[in-house]
């Protein structure tokens, strides 16, 4: 099928209808990304990701947001319900037990994930809350100090890679201070360099090896106060280089109210700040085609991370007994 897009789609519903595999086919995108509206039963989203794969004509990876509590696109009762994350270790467990538990929460969510061939989660959220900030964060952080986000998000990666999943950190370089959620309006965060140093991006920093990361649809005045993290060189090139991120670097959702203009526009500014692959998350045919009409093919450094990302992908889902669509599928159809 050739390079990849720079893009990862969504689509409308449980199944992927002939419209959508024959734009994923002329769209080729890096990879695509599920919601609760894709989910029915272990056997539906077995063929779901398998003809999602077919439709690329690759073993393309299959996104979703997985974090437990609000943020869960397969529950119960084929799944299970998995409570926030933050009230882990509220029961008084001291830390060790409390980064024991995290590992096997994600190592068993990935067990959930990949038997369905979905193999790349959207967590952690290494986000720092700050008093009186939008409740959007919240209880899905992993802790309420940078140190110990830091030291619970590495237990967290581990978990998913430990069964095949890669871990995608969020929301670079901090969503903590934003008054608003992004999903509907664009937030802007006052505070200066050093606050931001000393609070918001040492759990980035510390995690800089993940390979995969997301922006945040949020303005950093202290960087610049023009445009939002995603949409900005400035906080690209901070990412990169202060933040030591080298990993594949994918927007958050492009549909999200934060961001303004049209598809065209804000998959360009993306991609020319510096983002190596777009997100988009509604599965709306007429949004899509925009952004396939825009989206570049991946080249160069953002190639070359997205292929370091599928090795890892790749190897890891092998060590973890998953080494081909096939084996999940028939894995998955079992347990419908």
Not at 11 to 29: I, K, M, V
Not at 264 to 284: F, I, M, P, Q, Y
């Amino acid at each position: 099928m050739g390079q990849p897009t720079a893009a990862v789609y969504g689509l409308a519903g449980p199944d992927l209808t002939q419209d959508e595999a024959s734009f994923f086919r002329a769209a080729n995108p890096w990879g695509f990304i599920l919601f609760a509206r894709n989910i029915v039963d272990p056997e539906q989203v077995s063929r779901l990701t398998a003809s999602l794969r077919d439709s690329v004509g690759r073993d393309a990876p299959i996104l979703v947001d997985q974090e437990g509590g609000r943020v869960q696109r397969l529950g119960p009762p084929y799944w299970r319900a998995w409570p926030p994350v933050r009230e882990v270790g509220e029961d008084g467990s001291d830390e060790m037990s409390v980064l024991t538990q995290l590992r096997d929460r994600y190592a068993q969510i990935a067990l959930e994930l990949i038997s369905v061939g979905i193999d790349v989660n959207c967590v952690p959220v290494l986000d720092v809350p700050q008093p009186n900030a939008h409740p959007i964060i919240g209880n899905r952080a992993l802790g309420s100090t940078a140190s110990e986000i830091a030291i619970r998000g590495r237990e967290a990666i581990a978990g998913l890679l430990d069964h095949g999943v890669l871990p995608v950190i969020k929301h670079i370089p901090g969503h903590g201070r934003a008054l608003h959620d992004s999903h509907e309006d664009l937030p802007r965060v006052p505070a200066g360099l050093t606050e931001l140093r000393g609070t918001d991006f040492p759990p980035f920093l510390s995690l800089r090896d993940a390979p995969l990361g997301m922006t945040a649809h949020i303005v950093y005045e202290a960087i610049d106060p023009e445009n939002c993290a995603t949409q900005s060189a400035d906080v690209v090139s901070l990412i990169r280089s202060e933040l030591g991120f080298d990993g594949l670097l994918m927007t958050d959702d492009l549909s999200m109210k934060a961001l303004s203009g049209g598809m065209v526009e804000r998959t360009e500014r993306s991609l020319k700040a510096g983002c190596d692959v777009v997100l988009h998350c509604n599965g709306d045919m007429s949004e899509m085609t925009e952004i396939a009409g825009t989206a570049s093919l991946l080249t160069g450094e953002a190639l070359e991370r997205a292929e370091r990302a599928d090795a890892l992908r790749l190897s890891k889902r092998a060590s973890s007994g998953f080494g081909h669509s096939g084996d999940i599928l028939e894995l998955g159809a079992a347990h419908g």
